[in-house]
């Protein structure tokens, strides 16, 4: 792939992704690539394989993991506050045609960057999103949904390669993906919708700044009835830059202060 010709398309090209396509548009056409795996994708793919409570920094949190049963993939569920209910009474009831139905769960749908959440790296703002997402949940009552789909799905090594681009040649996040012919976004939430349809949760208020995600859970048959806010106070310039970048290659909701490094 020419870098060139993709670094002079970045900026004609709006970035767009959803769970059941990837579509680029610029100035003259628009594409859109299905997957026709991800349309066919039927109900109860994921199922509970297991469950504790445990003590932890944001107080007791009720932990869930459910399993893809043909792939093994896993994906974490995590309950704070008085939503440990939907837990306790979903586990009582596990074996009744009624499950108590719950509305209007605040859920943060998270993907794995073990690079900030482990390693505390300042290029981006997971770790502070999953932390504030957390206290959030664990204080007001909610889930947090924990998906191992690190770099927005492309995968640890090849995140490692887009960064190495981004350090070495000033490259965004989204350019750096682009030059090594990478899609923008390749994430896929069919565990939440399983995981919400097993504790038979019927609406959410999504803790996110991504319209697209409420675009990709709302084609899933999920009901979001509201957002709410995730926005943090970036750390590095590094940050700041790759927040700015969401808010205007991405369209997240990210006030303009929000995306800008203040120095002391």
Known sequence: MNSQKVMQSVDEQV???????????????????????EQQQELNQYSLYSKCKINSGYGIVGICVFKHKTSQKEAVAVFGGNCLEILDKT??????????N????????????ITSEVFHSLKC?????????????????????????????????DKIRAYELQETQGLNT???????GLPD??????????????????????ITNNPRKVTCLEKLGIT????????????????????????????????????????E
Do not use: W
């Open 15 to 37: 970035y767009a992704a959803n769970t059941t396509c990837h579509e680029v548009k610029d100035i003259t056409k628009t594409t859109t690539v299905e997957n026709n795996n």
């Open 91 to 100: 586990v009582e009831n596990e074996n009744n045609e009624q499950k108590p």
């Open 102 to 113: 719950f509305k209007d769960v605040p859920i943060r749908v998270h993907d794995a960057c």
């Open 125 to 157: 703002d997971c770790r502070h999103q999953l932390e504030l997402a957390l206290k959030y949940v664990s204080t007001e009552g909610g889930m947090v949904v924990y998906l191992h789909q690190e770099g927005r799905g492309i995968g640890l090594g």
């Open 174 to 180: 989204v350019e750096a993906n682009r030059v090594l």
């Open 185 to 206: 976004d390749s994430r896929e939430y069919f565990a939440v919708r399983d995981i919400l349809n097993f504790f038979n949760i019927s609406s959410i208020q999504l």
């Open 224 to 263: 979001v009835s509201k957002t709410i806010p995730c926005l943090v106070i970036p750390e590095s310039e590094q940050m700041a830059k790759y927040m700015d970048t969401k808010r205007h290659l991405m369209d997240h909701s990210i006030p303009e202060d929000f995306a800008t490094f203040q120095t």
